[in-house]
């Protein structure tokens, strides 16, 4: 057996096996990659005995959104969807120690086992959850004048992604990054009988392509998630 270096659980939820190369690729890159990370896997060890869905983004998904953090110089950092604190471990790593991540969460379960998880990772000083629907919590930092987030990370119920996407510009500088989960899910985007989470995916490309203030791309991915991909926008400058 070869080593597991980041905690890869296999099942993406919502259908759509990956195909096990994919996967023994993903564990290629990953164990030549990716070092092996108690905290990491003791996350997602912890969200599992809480009985938390396992739809984290895998390892390797990670450690791209903490590149893309790395690379944006991020300073503040917005996430829609905590779930257990996985993909904020990732981002939180990218921030200097004055930095911010701020993560919306409607459940307070998930809030929990995430502070807890954050805690572990030393992150508790950078990493601040909120609970609520994460519209009304944006809403809440817009009001505010928050200052703006140098990248903000979509990952929660797929039907409001365009609701989050239009406070995340006012939630932006220029050159921010906007990063959206679950563009493609399974090629199920281009389904005769679109469902919700489609139909999210639609309106929210719709409104990127009509928005003049981003530039956006799509990346596919395969890997252990099955197939899926992220939505990278950037807000001009
Ligand atoms: N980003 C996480 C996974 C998030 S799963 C990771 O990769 O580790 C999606 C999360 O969004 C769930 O915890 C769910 O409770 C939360 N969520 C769903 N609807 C929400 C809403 N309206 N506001 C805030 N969070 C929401
Ligand atoms: C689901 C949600 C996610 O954010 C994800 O990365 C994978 C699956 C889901 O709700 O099925
Ligand atoms: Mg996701």
Redesign the pocket.
Known sequence: MTPRVSGRRLG???GGEPDPAWVAVEDWFDERFLSPDEVLEQALAASDAAGL?P?A?SASQGALLQSLALAMGARRILEV?TLGGYSAIWLGRALPADGQLVSCEIDRKHAEVARANLARAGLADRVKVIVGAAVQTLDRLIDASADPFDVTFI?ADKPSNADYVARAILLSRPGSLIVI??VVRHGRILAADPDGNARGVHRVVDLIAAEPRLSATAVQTVGS?GW?GFILARVAG
């Open positions: 993406s939820a919502g869905p739809i983004v969807g990952d989960d679950n998630k899926d």
